[in-house]
C-alpha cells in the first residue's frame, strides 16, 4: 500500500515550457487534491475533485489545468510555466463520504523551479 | 469566507516541557471540522487530530490534544512532554464542505523547534 505518490520528484523548467505533474492513490479515495506550498504562505489549493471525471477550481487556479480521468490518478498541467509558479506541490486524497473526519493524505511533494 | 489565523511563527520549547500553538478560525457554517497537521523537515505533510465542530469534547492523540473553545473560534493544538522529533511546521486546516465541494483551507503555519 503506497498511499499517495507523486511524479516527478524534483524539476527545473524554463519559462514557457509544459509539463504534467502525475499522482496516484492506491486507498480508493473519491476526492483529490492539487496544494502548492510557498514560504510564509501555507498550502493553498489549486483544483480539485470529488470524483473520476470531476475536476473544479481551488483558490489559485490560473495558470493551471487538472484531469481525472481514472480515479486512482489525479493529473496536473502547467502549459506555459512561468517563474512565479516556482513552488512545491502537494497531492493529496481523501475517502470524501462516510463517517469523518475524512482527513486528506498527502504525496511526498514535487519541488518545480521555473528558470 | 473562512479564515484561518496561526499569529505564532515561530516557537521555541524546551524538551519534556508542554506547548501550545494557536489556531483562530472565522466562519459561519454552522458545522465545519478542524485539522492540525505537522511538516517535519523531511517535507510530508502528517495528519495529527481532528476536532469537528458538533464534538462535545475536545480530541485528544495520544500526546496531542485540541483545545477547542467554540466561541472564541479557536483551536489551540496542545503538545505534551514535547520531544525533539516534534521540530517541524504545524499547520491548522479547516474544512469547507458543501454538497459537492471538500476542501481544506490551512493557515500560514507556526515553526516549532524543541531544545534539549
Known amino acids: 500500500n503506497a498511499g499517495v505518490t507523486q511524479t516527478p520528484k524534483f524539476r527545473v523548467l524554463k519559462t514557457g515550457q509544459s509539463m504534467t505533474l502525475l499522482c496516484a492513490q492506491d486507498?480508493?479515495?473519491?476526492?483529490m487534491y492539487w496544494y502548492r506550498q510557498d514560504p510564509g504562505m501555507g498550502l493553498r489549493l489549486i483544483h480539485y475533485?470529488?470524483?473520476?471525471?470531476?475536476?473544479a477550481k481551488g483558490e489559485v487556479p490560473d495558470g493551471y489545468n487538472v484531469s481525472r480521468l481514472k480515479k486512482q490518478n489525479f493529473l496536473l498541467g502547467l502549459e506555459s510555466a512561468a517563474p512565479s509558479q516556482t513552488s512545491v506541490y502537494f497531492c493529496?486524497?481523501?475517502f470524501g463520504l462516510g463517517t469523518e473526519p475524512h482527513e486528506q493524505y498527502f504525496g511526498p511533494g514535487t519541488r518545480l523551479t521555473v528558470t | 469566507a473562512q479564515k484561518i489565523t496561526q499569529t505564532q511563527p515561530g516557537m521555541f520549547v524546551q524538551e519534556k516541557e508542554a506547548v501550545t500553538l494557536d489556531c483562530t478560525y472565522d466562519?459561519?457554517?454552522?458545522?465545519?471540522?478542524l485539522f492540525w497537521y505537522k511538516q517535519p523537515s523531511s517535507g510530508e505533510m502528517i495528519f495529527l487530530i481532528y476536532?469537528?465542530?458538533?464534538?462535545?469534547q475536545n480530541a485528544t492523540e495520544g500526546r496531542y490534544s485540541l483545545n477547542f473553545q467554540k466561541a472564541r473560534k479557536s483551536a489551540n493544538l496542545v503538545i505534551s512532554a514535547s520531544q525533539l522529533g516534534d521540530s517541524a511546521m504545524y499547520f491548522c486546516?479547516?474544512?469547507?464542505?458543501?454538497?459537492?465541494?471538500?476542501?481544506?483551507?490551512f493557515g500560514t503555519g507556526t515553526r516549532l523547534q524543541v531544545f534539549p
Open positions: 493529496a486524497s481523501s
Open positions: 486507498m480508493n479515495h473519491e476526492y
Open positions: 475533485s470529488v470524483g473520476e471525471g470531476t475536476t
Open positions: 466562519t459561519s457554517d454552522p458545522s465545519y471540522g
Open positions: 476536532q469537528g465542530s458538533y464534538d462535545q
Open positions: 486546516a479547516m474544512r469547507e464542505r458543501t454538497y459537492n465541494t471538500d476542501k481544506l483551507i
